[in-house]
């Protein structure tokens, strides 16, 4: 698929820099950013940094006139707001920016899994089996292995080894652990022990799957221990960061990729994602079942879309210069009325 070009306008990266975090996680939020700036600077775009520190943003973009910038969207969230990502699209919907990356109310959508679930139930979207609860007590589950998740958490949050269950008594247990520590409710799954997919798309009209990355578990005998959980995600001493393999692009028949790609694009569609974003898959028996959607998929570097894109044939920086020309195509419309 050819790479649409932005027009000649300029973008603002905004990015979120926590003053809570340490020193170490504030330069590399500083320089992972930098990095897709200058890669998109080398492929002829005008770049400012415009890093996001407290919760009045706002601010910051009262400088710049909407129909004159472009925003690239990289804010994870308002600091010091937990689970903030749609504020952060709200207010420049507000403002009249025009962003790349997906709308205020996916967004918040993708925190509400339940609410998810019933996005992809109604849609014709296999995903498995699920209840939310909200309290520890019987509550007629009779599915295992079973994982326990927090009902509005990303990027894995509590979800490790304990999180998957494989009888009532440690059931019940998990579940008041999520309710104590999280404070909201606890999302009971079906446990999909089988084959895991990361699914990188972009595009809005027609949508287009990258090549998807499979999580290989073959290391680990205990269920408890075949998932990616947080840790494999974010701590790289962690054995399962260590021992969890991967493969890109994921070994798949003909006939197994088309069929993951319907079931992400029906996904990615449902939920509402917009220019790129990132379904989580697993296969047993044959049935691609979505277990998450993230339209606000890292794009980091090394990140699953970064390097998807890679294997595709793009480079860094023509991947951040694709995302802006979907973009573009939006400003284009925003700013034709006033001209």
């Known amino acids: 698929m050819p790479v649409e070009n932005a027009p000649d306008i300029p973008v603002l990266l905004l990015y979120n820099i926590d003053p809570s975090w340490t020193v170490r996680e504030r330069e590399g939020a500083h320089r992972d950013t930098r990095r897709l700036g200058l890669a998109m600077r080398r492929q002829g775009h005008s770049v400012r940094f415009l890093p996001v520190s407290d919760s009045d943003f706002s601010k910051a973009l009262s400088r710049y006139d909407p129909p004159e910038v472009l925003v690239f969207n990289w804010c994870e969230g308002v600091p010091g707001i937990e689970r903030s990502e749609s504020m952060v699209a709200e207010t ?41 609860v909200t309290s520890p007590r019987e509550n007629g589950w009779n599915c295992f292995p079973a994982i326990v998740k927090p009902a509005r958490e990303h990027c894995s949050r509590g979800v490790d080894s304990g999180a998957v269950v494989t009888g009532a008594a440690s059931l019940s247990k998990r579940v008041a652990h999520v309710l104590d520590v999280f404070q909201q409710p606890a999302l009971i799954e079906d446990f999909i022990d089988g084959r895991e997919f990361h699914v990188p798309l972009w595009g809005n009209n027609p949508v287009e799957m990258l090549p ?128």
């Open 92 to 132: 420049l919907e507000k403002l009249g920016f025009t962003y790349t990356g997906a709308t205020a109310d996916a967004l918040a959508l993708s925190y509400e899994k339940s609410q998810v679930k019933q996005v992809l139930q109604s849609h014709g979207v296999p995903t498995p089996r699920w209840q939310v």
């Open 212 to 339: 998807p990355a499979e999580m290989d578990f073959s290391a680990f005998d205990d269920i408890h221990n075949r998932l990616c959980g947080y840790d494999a995600k974010f701590e790289p001493a962690s054995e399962a960061y260590r021992k969890i393999k991967s493969y890109l692009p994921a070994r798949l028949t003909g006939r197994e990729l088309a069929e993951l790609e319907a079931t992400s694009r029906a996904a990615y569609e449902a939920i509402g994602c917009r220019d790129y974003g990132r379904i989580d898959i697993r296969l047993r028996d044959g049935v691609f079942y979505v277990l998450d959607v993230n339209p606000n998929a890292d794009i980091s570097a090394d990140a699953s879309l970064a390097m998807a894109a890679s294997k595709a044939g793009y480079c860094y920086g023509v991947m951040g210069s694709r995302i802006l020309g979907l973009a573009a195509q939006r400003h284009a419309q925003n700013v034709a009325p006033h001209q």
